[in-house]
């Protein structure tokens, strides 16, 4: 069996890396997935799967961040330009871009989630000649979008865990449920996925990254230690004037927004664990002799548990509430992405690395890395499966990185995806032997 699983491997990892470079081609930033979402579903559905769609897996009311219907529509009829699949296409309108694809083998088994993220970025590609991506032509095409996190070969991963299931479902047992989710940068996809109900009948759930830090060759089964977090976009609202003739009679958004920048960095931290807060962005002003009467902040809280970033959440808008009313303008606080922390299950971990350790790729197993000082949606998706009894964990592939993630010059070693579905296979081929009992009752 191991031998036909490395063969077939083998013939699956050319059109990974074909989908891999075509993916990150043609990057699309969350919620706006319509190119990546419908090839992802007519593949899916070509080997066989069910597929479920859009508002299917998707509910509308939980989600956060989702981008103006203006720009929602701009980058449906750029995905349709650049090769989107017409059919499934019209499921994932106004930006319900997840997809899932069931596969039931009608035996015994637990049902098994499997989470991939397909998101790319908000930043310009690198385009000099020692960028891999840009001398092999696959740079990205949509400027001001990259995949520079490693998601294109996620959902590639994905993919070629889908066509090696199709061709061998004769000897999987349980359900296999293969998550495509949108909008995991900016922490706002996830949450949207679990109130659709997409992990309420999931036993196992398994989600991955690429890089990370991790070497090529090495592999991580149990990656704890991510943060829980809070994205807030804030808006000052003031009044403009003349800043000369008549300042008396504006109300100054920009001053109201920096007084708050300065306070929020003055929050005190939390005995209870890490805790951050950022202030990523301020926008503000139209001229030097105009009372600005706008400014536009991104922030971002932080903790090692959801009480401590709660902590720092609640200061933050007690701070920006107090700082409008002192300053006299209005202030909006809308949240547009959220993440918890939570530990991956030890005995899932233990499972996955007694049933990766044969594969020759891998020389280096480790059970745990609580090294993540970043956020990570997936979270949301565990906690969902862990409350009704079942077992979850976040493992992490190893890859040599280019760059690291979120830089312009970000590329990976495409080795990496096959060691990647080499060892998701594996585990859902052992899933029988997992004691899931307690996730059943």
């Known amino acids: 069996m191991k031998l036909e699983i490395n063969g077939l491997v083998e013939e699956i990892y050319a059109e990974m890396v074909e989908w891999r470079r075509d993916f990150h081609k043609h990057p699309e930033s969350g919620w706006l997935e ?37 720009i929602l529509r701009q980058h449906e009829q750029r995905a349709l330009n650049q090769g989107a699949n017409i059919k499934w296409l019209e499921f ?3 930006g319900h871009t997840g997809v899932v694809g069931i596969l039931d083998t009608k035996r015994p088994g637990p049902t098994i989630g499997l989470r991939f993220d397909m998101d790319a970025l908000d930043l310009v590609e690198a385009n000099n000649p020692e960028h891999v991506p840009a001398a092999m032509g696959f740079r ?8 520079a996190c ?28 293969l998550i495509f989710q949108p909008a995991e940068e900016g922490v706002r996809g996830a949450k949207s996925m679990v109130a659709a109900g997409v992990l309420d009948d999931v036993d196992v759930f398994l989600a991955n990254h690429i890089g990370t830090g991790v070497p090529l060759g090495e592999y991580v089964c149990a990656n704890n230690g991510y943060l829980s977090t809070t994205k807030i976009d804030v808006t000052f609202t003031g009044v403009a004037s003349h800043a000369g003739k008549c300042p008396e009679e504006g109300r100054n958004a920009l001053l109201a927004a920096a007084s708050a920048v300065l306070n929020l960095h003055g929050i005190s931290r939390h005995g209870d664990g890490n805790s951050r807060i950022n202030v990523g962005v301020l926008n503000a002003g139209t001229g030097r ?39 006299q303008v209005e202030v909006n606080i809308d949240i547009v992405g959220e993440a918890k922390s939570v530990d991956c299950s030890q005995e899932l971990a233990e ?42 964990t976040y493992g992490v592939v190893g890859t040599t990185l280019a760059a690291g993630h979120h830089n312009e010059k970000f590329d990976i070693d495409e080795l990496g995806m096959k060691i990647g579905v080499k060892a998701l296979a594996q585990v859902v081929l052992n899933s029988t032997k997992l004691n899931v009992k307690k996730a059943l009752v």
């Open 34 to 70: 319509f190119r990546t979402s419908s090839l992802v579903a007519e593949k899916l559905e070509a080997w066989g799967y069910e597929v479920m769609i859009g508002k299917q897996v998707i509910d509308s009311n939980a989600r956060m961040g989702v981008p103006p219907e203006e």
């Open 92 to 94: 994932v309108k106004g």
């Open 140 to 147: 990205s095409v949509n400027e001001g979008m990259m995949h």
């Open 150 to 177: 490693g998601h294109d070969a996620h959902t590639s991963i994905g993919l070629g865990l889908a066509k090696l299931f199709s061709q061998i479902q004769d000897q999987l047992s349980g359900k296999i449920k």
């Open 289 to 327: 002799n105009i009372i600005p009467s706008s400014a536009k902040l991104k922030i971002e809280t932080r903790g090692d548990t959801p009480e401590v970033n709660e902590y720092i959440l609640a200061n933050a808008i007690n701070i920006l509430k107090g700082t409008a009313m002192a300053h």
């Open 351 to 392: 499972f996955v690395q007694e049933s990766i350790q044969t594969i020759e790729e891998i020389s280096q197993v480790h059970l745990h890395s609580n090294e993540s000082s970043g956020s990570e949606d997936a979270t949301y998706m565990m906690e969902k499966v862990k409350s009704n009894g079942g077992l979850a």
